[in-house]
């Protein structure tokens, strides 16, 4: 009797120990399934077809305009708005115009034909030796890590305009570019001059570029730059209704480093134009945006060059937003997580800002910002801010695919439940 009832003590102690380390294992497994990523964007293209839309434009092609989603864009314009200029005459579909004959009329602001800049265009920073430092045509795998690498070493950010097209073959980078601090921008779909576009193909380049990083970060573009610079008064008033702000770049601040790759340019050539800026740069009273590219690791190594030159000068690098004191950057930025009641609430932290339509961005399939606040127009006497970016969303992460992770987390946790019920039941 004595020693069945050890023996079934012993059993019981036998089923305890078991039953534990079960549902301990059970509990950490489910714990770490909750902490795990839950969206991770592969590292390879995606054009797969958007929730509820069209297909993504092709890429390096204009995108189509008999499409619901630009007819709609189309409509949200108030053409009164827009001036009634000529569509600019090119050689081939997709290449900068040419300028004609005697230039063009003045009230067109024909920024590649005349150099004009209209009032809103940002193209230098207004502190003294402030470096708007730019990367347009990104991103490209192979080149664009090289560029973080650099501008990491140095402390610095930049901001990058992208194109759709490169974002649609490599949309991890768009995100590591804000994971890195960095600012994104738009540089169309796929790199035409917008003034040889029509109306309706204007909007569909801005459109869709914008969504295509907007689905695969949950950041609202703010800043475009128009391919070749070529923008006019009709671009801009389509640019603008958008709610996009038009960047170009100092007068002889083209570094001309997209010669590198063609060889139509040595790398010392590119150096002696850097350095002829950096000569006037004491009688300048304001700071300068440059021109520079990403996709070839020549543009790498004279970025390198060129940015310690410059800063050996005493100019001070940093991306477009910063040097406006734009403290947020985009028109809309994912929602940012509550913070603890007793988490020190950080002073630069910015509110998440929505100046376009919720309802816009539900469309669009992201994260509803929290708050609405008009967007502040950036004037050149604007009082300047040093500011910060946004701190990184690391995720994008809609309702959907949160629910989706804490289902399988869930069903995780019933299948060890049930699992160790059974373990029990067959040693009792
Ligand atoms: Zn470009």
Same mark, same amino acid.
Request: net charge positive.
């Given at each position: 009797?004595?020693?069945?009832?050890?023996?079934?003590?012993?059993?019981?102690?036998?089923?305890?120990?078991?039953?534990?380390?079960?549902?301990?294992?059970?509990?950490?497994?489910?714990?770490? #399934?909750?902490?795990?990523?839950?969206?991770?964007?592969?590292?390879?293209?995606?054009?797969?077809?958007?929730?509820?839309?069209?297909?993504?434009?092709?890429?390096?092609?204009? =995108?189509?305009?008999?499409?619901?989603?630009?007819?709609?864009?189309?409509?949200?314009?108030?053409?009164?708005?827009?001036?009634?200029?000529?569509?600019?005459?090119?050689?081939?579909? !997709?290449?900068?115009?040419?300028?004609?004959?005697?230039?063009?009329?003045?009230?067109?602001?024909?920024?590649?034909?005349?150099?004009?800049?209209?009032?809103?265009? %940002?193209?230098?920073?207004?502190?003294?030796?402030?470096?708007?430092?730019?990367?347009?045509?990104?991103?490209?795998?192979? %080149?664009?890590?090289?560029?973080?690498?650099?501008?990491?070493?140095?402390?610095?950010?930049?901001?990058?305009? %992208?194109?759709?097209?490169?974002?649609?073959?490599?949309?991890?980078?768009?995100?590591?570019?804000?994971?890195?601090?960095?600012?994104?921008?738009?540089?169309?779909?796929?790199?035409? !001059?917008?003034?040889?576009?029509?109306?309706?193909?204007?909007?569909?380049?801005? @459109?869709?570029?914008? @969504?295509?990083?907007?689905?695969?970060?949950?950041?609202?573009?703010?800043?475009?730059?128009? =391919?070749?610079?070529?923008?006019?008064?009709?671009?801009? #008033?389509?640019?603008?209704?958008?709610?996009?702000?038009?960047?170009?770049?100092?007068?002889?601040?083209?570094?001309?480093?997209?010669?590198?790759?063609?060889?139509?340019?040595?790398?010392?050539?590119?150096?002696?134009?850097?350095?002829?800026?950096?000569?006037?740069?004491?009688?300048?009273?304001?700071?300068?945006?440059?021109?520079?590219?990403?996709?070839?690791?020549?543009?790498?190594?004279?970025?390198?060059?060129?940015?310690?030159?410059?800063? @050996?000068?005493?100019?001070?690098?940093?991306?477009?937003?910063?040097?406006?004191?734009?403290?947020?950057?985009?028109?809309?930025?994912?929602?940012?997580?509550?913070?603890?009641?007793?988490?020190?609430?950080?002073?630069?932290?910015?509110?998440?800002?929505?100046?376009?339509? #919720?309802?816009?961005?539900?469309?669009?399939? !992201?994260?509803?910002?929290?708050?609405?606040?008009?967007?502040?127009? %950036?004037?050149?006497?604007?009082?300047?801010?040093?500011?910060?970016?946004?701190?990184?969303?690391?995720?994008?992460?809609?309702?959907?695919?949160?629910?989706?992770?804490?289902?399988?987390?869930?069903?995780?946790?019933?299948?060890?439940?049930?699992?160790?019920?059974?373990?029990?039941?067959?040693?009792?």
């Amino acid at each position: 009797m004595a020693r069945e009832n050890t023996n079934s003590n012993k059993k019981k102690i036998t089923t305890v120990v078991l039953f534990g380390s079960i549902a301990l294992a059970i509990t950490l497994f489910s714990t770490l #399934a909750d902490a795990a990523p839950k969206l991770k964007i592969l590292h390879k293209a995606d054009r797969s077809h958007p929730k509820g839309s069209s297909p993504w434009p092709d890429f390096g092609e204009t =995108p189509e305009t008999n499409t619901p989603e630009v007819k709609a864009w189309v409509k949200s314009i108030d053409w009164s708005k827009v001036p009634k200029l000529p569509i600019r005459k090119t050689e081939s579909r !997709g290449d900068p115009p040419e300028c004609p004959h005697g230039g063009a009329p003045k009230s067109d602001c024909w920024w590649t034909c005349t150099g004009c800049f209209a009032h809103d265009d %940002v193209y230098d920073c207004p502190g003294k030796n402030e470096w708007g430092l730019t990367f347009d045509d990104g991103p490209h795998p192979g %080149v664009t890590e090289g560029i973080f690498s650099l501008l990491e070493q140095k402390n610095v950010t930049a901001t990058f305009f %992208v194109t759709g097209t490169n974002s649609a073959k490599a949309p991890w980078l768009l995100q590591d570019t804000i994971d890195k601090g960095h600012h994104l921008a738009s540089h169309t779909w796929s790199h035409s !001059g917008l003034t040889t576009l029509t109306n309706a193909e204007i909007v569909a380049e801005l @459109k869709w570029t914008e @969504k295509y990083i907007f689905d695969h970060t949950g950041y609202k573009i703010k800043y475009f730059r128009p =391919p070749y610079g070529d923008v006019d008064n009709r671009v801009r #008033a389509i640019a603008r209704e958008l709610g996009f702000k038009t960047v170009i770049w100092s007068s002889d601040w083209d570094t001309q480093d997209w010669q590198l790759s063609e060889h139509t340019i040595t790398p010392k050539k590119v150096i002696g134009i850097f350095n002829s800026g950096l000569k006037s740069l004491p009688k300048r009273k304001k700071g300068v945006i440059t021109l520079e590219h990403d996709g070839d690791k020549r543009y790498l190594t004279m970025a390198r060059t060129l940015l310690d030159m410059g800063m @050996k000068k005493g100019m001070k690098p940093m991306n477009i937003a910063q040097c406006l004191g734009d403290k947020v950057g985009y028109n809309a930025v994912p929602a940012l997580p509550a913070l603890p009641a007793s988490a020190p609430k950080k002073p630069t932290a910015p509110a998440p800002i929505a100046a376009v339509p #919720a309802a816009d961005i539900k469309q669009a399939g !992201g994260v509803e910002p929290q708050v609405s606040i008009p967007p502040s127009p %950036v004037a050149k006497d604007d009082k300047k801010e040093k500011t910060t970016l946004p701190a990184p969303a690391k995720e994008a992460i809609t309702p959907e695919k949160k629910s989706s992770a804490s289902t399988i987390s869930a069903g995780l946790s019933v299948a060890g439940w049930t699992l160790a019920a059974v373990v029990v039941s067959y040693v009792l």
